[in-house]
């Protein structure tokens, strides 16, 4: 049976091996966790989640809708995962962190031709087909072998992480359940605020105490994952358009939609932990209890877990990375997940199935084969491959991304635009899957 070796437990490297394994490869996925932790990680878990517990919209009109549609499809074991744990949060798809981790380490378990090992690989094997998915928190040693082996430096930007609220200690007789427009069931926690009380608010945050980026390294944030007080900084109501916005939600109290507004969102399937959207931090702890203390309803809270800020590592992906993922320099090698350029959780599963996938094909001798220009897998793996290497950076998955946009006609109604893309890609995404699955026929585990 032919071999392949995986580097990291993260949801590429646990998708990358469900894909391989389940077409007949003997896969061993090294994963360094407990025996090595990361500055983020809080357990030695397989494809625990860490910056959030939401896999974002599950709406086909938008991005991460539609890849995780085409993930479905392709069988992918951490939709399977996510689909088995899900916790409310109105059009968006969150999961119980703990039982998503243990469906994963369970079904990857299972597996008769798979091998979980817990040890630190720090040198990349000479011969024999490898997938490293090791994640943004790889460590040093295995990030100066990548370096060595490509021949160039990696890029890197900070990452921060929300604070989770203790949910007996919210303050009820201000905080409010409901979803925006009422999408879904009173599914998220709502902490109003007058413009008094975000001015105070405001004020606070923007003049906090913050954890800052080594001396020698310049502090670059991803976009969509901004810390709060940094957004802050762009200017006064620029929250209230971003995660404090207060549209589609009305105060029980008054009547009246609020100034702006705090939203939690379930961290677990017995409601008992809840998540700060958007509150992705670096204020230092105290802080965090003083300043995030202002938030009406949140006076007396309890952190479960503070916010924090990481570094995030990836390389130069389109100097590197062939289109099937493995290195220019060396085509045993494939790369997958967020160390590619992509960001988020499911961008990085799709790009694991990917990489398992075409390492399996591989490895049976069988054709390379891509995935459709206008699926969103296909946008992924064009941004990591043939975006302009020297403003290259990480990016979430987006129509922008996609290849069909700029051949459909204008039109003033994006819903109906989108709802467009979503179908074309979906129409060139299946006959790619059923090749899969015909070319693994009898493999299946």
Known sequence: MPELTIVGGGLAGCEAAWQAARCGISVQLYEMRPGRMTEAHRTGDLAELVCSNSLRSRELGTGPGLLKEELRRAGSLIMEAAAATEV????????DRTLFS?????????CRNLRIVREEITKLPDSGMVIVASGPLTS??????????????HLYFYDAIAPIIDAESINFSIAFRAS?????????????????????FYDALVAADTVTAREFEKAQFFEGCMPVEVM?????????????????LTDPRTGKRPFAVVQLRAENRDLTAYNMVGFQTRLRQPEQKRV??????????????FGSIHRNTFINAPVHLNADLTLKLRPTLFLAGQITGVEGYIESTAIGLLAGI????????????????ESAHGA???????SDPAHFQPSNINFGLMAITGSLPRMKDKKARRAMVAEAALAAWQPFVSALHRDCQGDLQ
């Open 102 to 110: 243990e469906h994963i380490s369970s079904r990857l378990a299972e």
């Open 232 to 248: 802050a900084e762009r200017g006064r109501e620029t929250l209230c358009f971003g995660p404090l916005k207060p549209v589609g």
């Open 140 to 153: 040093a040693p295995l990030a100066e072998e990548i370096s060595r082996i490509i021949g160039g430096e």
């Open 380 to 386: 992924l793996v064009r941004h990591i491959t043939e």
């Open 358 to 373: 075409n390492a399996a094909r591989k490895l049976r001798d069988l054709p390379f084969l891509p995935p459709p220009p």
């Open 180 to 200: 925006r427009y009422g999408k879904g069931n009173d599914d998220y926690i709502n902490c109003p605020m007058t413009k008094e009380e975000y001015d105070r």
């Open 292 to 305: 995030f203390g202002m938030i009406p309803g949140l006076e007396q809270a309890e952190f479960l877990r």
């Open 88 to 95: 409310p949060a109105g059009s968006a798809m969150a999961v």
